[in-house]
């Protein structure tokens, strides 16, 4: 199995969408960051914004909802054809109902954690997610620092995951670097967001290339079988 690099837009240059989405189209996933200034203190876009990446990406948009109510308000990110929705454990008042119910649109269902959500609680619910995010950093802005101190709680999400035979991919962001993406490989990680590591390279298409190739390298064994 590859690793997945999924670039998030929040590093891109917003007023040239379309131009820095064409710089990621090498990539696996676009990863989109919308945040409702409640649920983390900043505001990116909401669903008009998204339909039009929907309409001219060349990739499939992974969705990474940082919103208060993603049980009302996250639908729609579904039905405007994205392919990966996930929602915050700590901001949904049922995941179970709507991670189906985003599978019943035919959308893939993410749960995302903050640093400080453990995992426990949601060990036994694997079968109702098709992603967990493992944040990496405090959710709400990009270009800020890898906290190693959430790997203990990746490793024991792919121990569940390789346990059980299931395919559930397991994504981490924020703080993702050629160095530290090695460290989240190996803790179990098989889908990357970066924001700063690629928008920040000159040539992003190469760059993509190398971080996907140094995650392979080191994904953890039981995530290639
Ligand atoms: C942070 C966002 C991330 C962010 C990552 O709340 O969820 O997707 O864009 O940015 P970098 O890779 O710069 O840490
Ligand atoms: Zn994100």
């Known amino acids: 199995m590859p690793a997945r690099?999924?670039?998030s837009i929040l590093a891109a240059d917003f007023v040239n969408?379309?131009?820095?989405l064409d710089r990621?189209?090498?990539?696996?996933?676009?990863h989109v960051d919308v945040m409702d200034n409640h649920f983390v203190p900043n505001l990116t876009f909401g669903p008009q914004m998204v339909g039009r990446i929907q309409d001219v990406s060349k990739i499939p948009l992974d969705v990474h909802l940082m919103i208060d109510d993603p049980d009302h308000w996250g639908l729609q990110y579904a039905e405007l054809g994205a392919y990966s929705v996930t929602f915050h454990a700590e901001a949904a008042a049922d995941p179970i109902r709507l991670a189906r119910r985003?599978?019943?649109?035919?959308?893939?269902?993410?749960?995302?954690?903050?640093?400080?959500?453990?995992?426990d609680g949601y060990l036994d619910l694997?079968?109702?997610f098709d992603q967990v995010l493992v944040m990496t950093v405090e959710p709400g802005f990009g270009g800020q620092s890898f906290m190693a101190e959430t790997m203990p709680k990746?490793?024991?999400l792919r121990q569940a995951v390789t346990a059980r035979g299931l395919d559930v991919w397991l994504q981490v962001d924020g703080g993702i670097t050629e160095e530290t993406i090695v460290t989240a490989a190996?803790?179990?990680?098989?889908?990357?967001?970066?924001?700063?590591?690629?928008?920040r390279a000159e040539n992003t298409a190469e760059q993509i290339s190398l971080l996907r190739e140094t995650a392979a390298r080191h994904l953890h064994q039981a995530a290639t079988s």
């Open 154 to 156: 990746l490793a024991s």
């Open 24 to 30: 990621i189209a090498s990539a696996d996933l676009v």
């Open 17 to 20: 969408m379309e131009r820095d």
């Open 5 to 7: 690099i999924n670039p």
């Open 186 to 199: 190996e803790n179990g990680a098989d889908t990357f967001v970066a924001g700063s590591a690629v928008f």
């Open 102 to 119: 985003l599978r019943a649109i035919g959308a893939r269902a993410g749960i995302a954690l903050k640093p400080g959500t453990p995992a």
């Open 126 to 128: 694997l079968e109702e």
